[in-house]
């Protein structure tokens, strides 16, 4: 890939996804590679971003001393490399401004009472989440969360393809996902949570429905969110996401796979 081109962009920009994250974000002006004063420009948020610091100068050492998070909280800035994980990172806290700062805030209490070291399960929930989490968005009454809890994936992405949009729509918060979607193969999962959202939402101004679920989702961060992980989705069945949605895709169990059975 190459990292300050915007020809991989380019070619997936139609994708639902970006279509979604063009409507807040105007990438698809970009005439250049989105440096860190594009960014600080195009999508702001509650910190600046930065050059991630040179190997062998003091900042670096800084950061791993404090380690990602925590240079963070002390220092109001976010490291940024010149890639699309760090430029869709970016995306999100400009999207999501209080759900980002809420999970390095569990961070950082985590490190207080436990240390840097080891991570521990709950932290790499978090990062789980933070990397590759996905808002399955509904309205009242709907029942596809609970198709997707059971893994009944037929029922939910064929059997009731024509709610998506209407009644229930994912949104990505993963910035890893949407990196991953530059060049999307088969396999693909997110870790997704349902927040509920009240009539109309769906026929709101995108902007508008970002900054509701960004205040709905911020309330449910708490650490024991993320005591055990959250449940998985192959988004690349969603309606729409996939170039070739046939009854063959649909029916590979390797990637969409039936719930295991728990003694």
């Given at each position: 890939?190459?990292?300050?081109?915007?020809?991989?962009?380019?070619?997936?920009?139609?994708?639902?996804?970006?279509?979604?994250?063009?409507?807040?974000?105007?990438?698809?002006?970009?005439?250049?590679?989105?440096?860190v004063r594009v960014l600080n420009?195009?999508?702001?948020?509650?910190?600046?971003?930065i050059d991630n610091p040179m190997?062998?100068?003091?900042?670096?050492?800084?950061?791993?001393?404090?380690?990602?998070?925590?240079?963070?909280?002390?220092?109001?800035?976010?490291?940024?490399?010149?890639?699309?994980?760090?430029?869709?990172?970016?995306?999100?806290?400009?999207?999501?401004?209080?759900?980002?700062?809420?999970?390095?805030?569990?961070?950082?209490?985590?490190?207080?009472?436990f240390g840097l070291h080891p991570?521990?399960?709950?932290?790499?929930?978090?990062?789980?989440?933070?990397?590759?989490?996905?808002?399955?968005?509904?309205?009242?009454?709907?029942?596809?969360?609970?198709?997707?809890?059971?893994?009944?994936?037929?029922?939910?992405?064929?059997?009731?393809?024509?709610?998506?949009?209407?009644?229930?729509?994912?949104?990505?918060?993963?910035?890893?996902?949407?990196?991953?979607?530059?060049?999307?193969?088969?396999?693909?999962?997110?870790?997704?949570?349902?927040?509920?959202?009240?009539?109309?939402?769906?026929?709101?101004?995108?902007?508008?429905?970002?900054?509701?679920?960004?205040?709905?989702?911020?309330?449910?961060?708490?650490?024991?969110?993320?005591?055990?992980?959250?449940?998985?989705?192959?988004?690349?069945?969603?309606?729409?996401?996939?170039?070739?949605?046939?009854?063959?895709?649909?029916?590979?169990?390797?990637?969409?796979?039936?719930?295991?059975?728990?003694?």
């Open positions: 890939m190459a990292l300050e081109s915007l020809s991989q962009f380019t070619i997936v920009q139609n994708h639902p996804v970006f279509i979604m994250l063009n409507q807040v974000i105007p990438l698809t002006e970009l005439t250049h590679w989105p440096d420009d195009i999508v702001p948020g509650p910190y600046t971003y190997p062998s100068t003091q900042e670096a050492l800084r950061l791993s001393n404090l380690g990602y998070e925590g240079y963070i909280a002390e220092t109001a800035s976010i490291p940024t490399r010149k890639n699309w994980h760090d430029v869709f990172n970016a995306c999100i806290w400009h999207q999501y401004p209080h759900s980002k700062q809420r999970l390095n805030q569990l961070h950082i209490e985590y490190i207080q009472q991570r521990g399960n709950v932290r790499d929930n978090i990062t789980h989440f933070d990397e590759c989490g996905m808002l399955i968005v509904h309205a009242e009454g709907s029942r596809i969360p609970e198709m997707l809890q059971q893994h009944h994936w037929q029922d939910a992405f064929v059997n009731h393809r024509s709610v998506w949009g209407s009644e229930v729509q994912a949104f990505m918060f993963g910035h890893a996902n949407l990196e991953l979607l530059l060049a999307p193969h088969i396999g693909l999962t997110a870790k997704w949570v349902a927040i509920e959202v009240p009539m109309g939402f769906f026929k709101q101004d995108p902007v508008l429905q970002v900054r509701l679920l960004d205040a709905l989702l911020v309330q449910r961060l708490e650490r024991s969110f993320f005591k055990q992980k959250l449940p998985p989705i192959p988004y690349l069945g969603i309606p729409g996401w996939w170039n070739q949605q046939d009854e063959s895709f649909y029916s590979n169990t390797d990637h969409f796979r039936p719930k295991r059975a728990h003694p």
